[in-house]
């Protein structure tokens, strides 16, 4: 069945304030950054922007392995997961080729995702190498690549092939969507525990933003690092640039709504009063169209303490033919897990405005059990001689992806 309407890519995450660390601030002059740190200092995410920083700890575990599970990002990889020693990250494995926990090779993959933050449009990575690497590094965003890069090193560089980096310590380069192939630390073979004699800080600019990035050893072995060997300088973490955030929802008529109309594409949100009564905390949000694949993102984030907000929303797509006029449908995803698990939005079983559950909000018993959100109501109009465009009125609590 043919369908045009576009996905409300939705993500809340409940953001674990660190030591010193408060509430998100949604707009400011500065970059907007999500820092890794790993040092003599703490090992910690950070995410920047005019605001003051919050923080996600990352504890070591036993066995030198540990557990990267947001709210600001995540770490994950094959065999035995993510591990940690001495300021390096790599793989948790039990062979006896180089380190375990420290270092990934030819064998793994290693992932950080982009949890409770805006997506990035480019990242500086602090890199170890072992031997001549060669290593992919691939960003995704939703789980569809974006861009891939290689990083070579030593014997891995080919002569006439990519583009050299800085030639004498600290090691740098940038890999472009143009120019995606980089050579770093000249033509030796990188020795292991040279401090940061044996690293390469690159410097990744895909043509888009993404969520995610992967790191793939061809040959040799990389670890992923956040200024340790430079004397936990943080001018050399492991830094992802990121897109700011759009604005900041609340319940007063001046922060409210979030409208976007580009191309086919319109969409409006309004945030209701929060269905159980709490005070209503401003939630930095996200609101993009891609319109070449006719979808809508919308990306709101909970901050300390995490809400169960309420929205209404309003959303049309591209025209359909005025011969089926009914091919839409609307579906969502309000477990965030991936296309499988997208279903068809039910309809509300009443007026959801008729008697809220708090005065400003919604009847969330209206919402059919098992599901968060439900359509409240749709009109079907001209758009052209041979075209009709069908628009959705839609009511939730929660924040799923919907297209």
């Known amino acids: 069945m043919a369908r045009s309407l576009g996905t409300f890519a939705a993500v809340s ?19 907007e950054t999500l820092r890794l740190h790993l040092g003599s200092d703490g090992n910690q995410f950070v995410y920047s922007n005019a605001g003051d920083p919050v923080t996600q700890a990352i504890e070591a575990q036993k066995n030198c392995r540990i557990t990267v599970d947001g709210p600001l990002a995540g770490i994950d990889g094959n065999n035995q997961g993510p591990g940690l020693k001495d300021g390096s990250i790599g793989i948790k494995t039990g062979g006896s080729t180089g380190v375990p926990c420290a270092r990934v090779d030819g064998t793994e993959e290693l992932t950080v995702s982009l949890d409770g933050v805006p997506d990035a449009v480019r990242a500086s990575l602090d890199l170890e190498f072992k031997g001549g690497a060669a290593v992919d590094i691939i960003v995704s965003r939703g789980g569809t690549e974006v861009d891939a890069f290689q990083v070579r090193t030593g014997g891995s560089i080919v002569p006439g092939e990519g583009v050299d980096g800085s030639s004498g310590s600290p090691y740098t380069a940038t890999a472009t969507a143009a120019e995606p192939v980089v050579n770093c630390r000249n033509a ?5 525990d040279s401090g940061p004699n044996d690293n390469c800080y690159v410097t990744i600019e895909p043509d888009a933003s993404f969520d995610a990035v992967t790191f793939r050893p061809l040959s040799g072995e990389v670890s992923l690092e956040g200024s340790g060997d430079f004397g936990n300088d943080a001018a050399f973490d492991t830094i992802f640039f990121l897109e700011g955030y759009s604005g900041e929802l609340g319940c007063t008529e001046a922060n409210r709504t979030a409208t976007i109309e580009q191309g086919s594409v319109y969409g409006s949100i309004t945030r209701l009063e929060n269905p159980d009564g709490s005070d209503c905390v401003l939630k930095p949000y996200t609101l993009t169209v891609d319109v070449e694949a006719e979808t809508l993102s919308f990306v709101p984030v909970d901050i300390d303490p995490p809400q169960l907000a309420a929205y209404q929303a309003t959303v049309a797509f591209a025209p359909q033919s005025s011969s089926n006029p009914f091919t839409s449908q609307l579906e969502y995803d309000q477990d965030d897990d991936g296309p499988l698990g997208f279903e068809f939005m039910p309809w509300c079983a009443g007026d959801p405005f008729a008697t809220p559950d708090v005065p400003g909000s919604i009847d969330t018993s209206v919402i059919p059990a098992g599901d968060t959100w439900c359509i409240v109501s749709e009109g079907t109009t001209i758009a052209s001689a041979t075209e009709t465009r069908t628009t959705w009125n839609i009511v939730g609590i929660g924040d799923p992806k919907l297209r």
Do not use: E, K, Q, W
């Open 13 to 31: 995450a409940a953001l674990m304030i660190g030591v010193g660390a408060t509430a998100l601030s949604a707009t400011g002059s500065g970059d």
């Open 188 to 192: 030796s073979d990188s020795g292991p």
